[in-house]
Protein backbone atom coordinates (compact mmCIF):
# COMPACT_ATOMS: atom_id res chain seq x y z
CA UNK A 1 0.00 0.00 0.00
CA UNK A 2 1.61 3.78 -0.76
CA UNK A 3 -0.30 6.84 -0.86
CA UNK A 4 0.43 10.77 -2.39
CA UNK A 5 0.53 13.40 0.29
CA UNK A 6 0.86 16.60 0.22
CA UNK A 7 2.78 18.46 3.23
CA UNK A 8 3.48 22.02 3.20
CA UNK A 9 2.70 22.24 -0.46
CA UNK A 10 5.14 19.44 -2.05
CA UNK A 11 3.94 15.89 -2.92
CA UNK A 12 5.73 13.33 -1.32
CA UNK A 13 4.69 9.15 -2.65
CA UNK A 14 5.37 6.96 0.92
CA UNK A 15 4.73 3.46 1.83
CA UNK A 16 4.23 1.71 5.43
CA UNK A 17 8.01 2.39 7.39
CA UNK A 18 9.07 4.93 4.96
CA UNK A 19 11.27 7.57 6.31
CA UNK A 20 11.20 10.94 4.35
CA UNK A 21 12.56 14.24 4.47
CA UNK A 22 10.08 17.01 5.04
CA UNK A 23 10.62 20.94 4.96
CA UNK A 24 10.76 21.46 8.69
CA UNK A 25 7.78 21.28 10.84
CA UNK A 26 7.43 23.03 14.53
CA UNK A 27 6.97 19.59 16.35
CA UNK A 28 9.59 18.38 18.72
CA UNK A 29 11.09 14.74 18.04
CA UNK A 30 9.12 11.76 18.96
CA UNK A 31 6.13 13.88 18.53
CA UNK A 32 3.45 11.97 16.33
CA UNK A 33 1.98 13.84 13.08
CA UNK A 34 -1.05 13.05 11.04
CA UNK A 35 -1.62 14.58 7.32
CA UNK A 36 -4.65 14.39 6.00
CA UNK A 37 -4.18 15.52 2.66
CA UNK A 38 -4.02 12.34 0.56
CA UNK A 39 -4.11 13.14 -3.19
CA UNK A 40 -3.88 9.49 -4.04
CA UNK A 41 -4.45 5.67 -1.97
CA UNK A 42 -3.37 2.88 -3.61
CA UNK A 43 -4.10 -0.45 -1.93
CA UNK A 44 -3.07 -3.76 -4.57
CA UNK A 45 -6.54 -4.02 -5.32
CA UNK A 46 -8.39 -0.39 -5.52
CA UNK A 47 -6.79 2.61 -6.46
CA UNK A 48 -8.40 6.22 -4.74
CA UNK A 49 -7.78 9.39 -6.59
CA UNK A 50 -8.79 12.37 -4.86
CA UNK A 51 -10.62 15.16 -5.77
CA UNK A 52 -8.82 17.19 -4.98
CA UNK A 53 -8.33 14.98 -1.33
CA UNK A 54 -8.97 11.50 -0.87
CA UNK A 55 -12.26 11.75 2.11
CA UNK A 56 -11.55 10.16 4.89
CA UNK A 57 -8.03 8.99 3.96
CA UNK A 58 -4.70 10.38 6.02
CA UNK A 59 -1.33 9.52 6.96
CA UNK A 60 0.55 9.30 10.27
CA UNK A 61 3.97 9.50 11.53
CA UNK A 62 6.56 9.96 13.70
CA UNK A 63 9.23 12.57 13.55
CA UNK A 64 12.52 11.23 14.03
CA UNK A 65 14.90 14.44 13.75
CA UNK A 66 15.27 17.79 12.30
CA UNK A 67 18.51 17.92 9.80
CA UNK A 68 20.01 20.78 7.39
CA UNK A 69 20.05 19.80 3.94
CA UNK A 70 23.44 20.32 2.29
CA UNK A 71 24.89 23.63 1.68
CA UNK A 72 24.68 25.91 -1.15
CA UNK A 73 26.81 28.52 -2.49
CA UNK A 74 25.32 31.86 -4.30
CA UNK A 75 27.79 33.76 -5.76
CA UNK A 76 26.55 37.07 -7.24
CA UNK A 77 28.95 39.37 -9.85
CA UNK A 78 28.92 42.09 -12.15
CA UNK A 79 31.84 42.15 -13.82
CA UNK A 80 34.10 44.94 -14.39
CA UNK A 81 32.14 46.93 -11.70
CA UNK A 82 33.74 45.08 -9.01
CA UNK A 83 30.57 43.88 -7.27
CA UNK A 84 30.79 40.45 -5.72
CA UNK A 85 28.43 38.95 -3.13
CA UNK A 86 29.16 35.48 -1.61
CA UNK A 87 26.21 34.10 0.47
CA UNK A 88 25.73 30.53 1.39
CA UNK A 89 22.37 28.80 2.91
CA UNK A 90 21.61 25.67 4.19
CA UNK A 91 17.57 24.29 4.14
CA UNK A 92 15.93 22.87 7.31
CA UNK A 93 14.26 19.51 7.25
CA UNK A 94 12.58 17.27 9.48
CA UNK A 95 12.95 13.67 8.88
CA UNK A 96 9.69 11.68 9.53
CA UNK A 97 8.79 7.93 9.72
CA UNK A 98 4.89 6.95 8.29
CA UNK A 99 4.02 4.85 10.77
CA UNK A 100 -0.11 4.41 9.44
CA UNK A 101 -1.58 5.10 5.95
CA UNK A 102 -5.62 4.74 6.97
CA UNK A 103 -8.64 5.37 4.82
Known amino acids: MYAVVEIA ?6 GQNDKIYVPSLKDKVGAKVKFDRV ?3 DDKQKTDVGNPFVAG ?12 GEKVTVFKKKRRKGYRVKRGHRQRYTQVQIT ?3 K
Open 9 to 14: GKQFKV
Open 39 to 41: LLL
Open 57 to 68: ASIEGRIVEHVK
Open 100 to 102: KIS
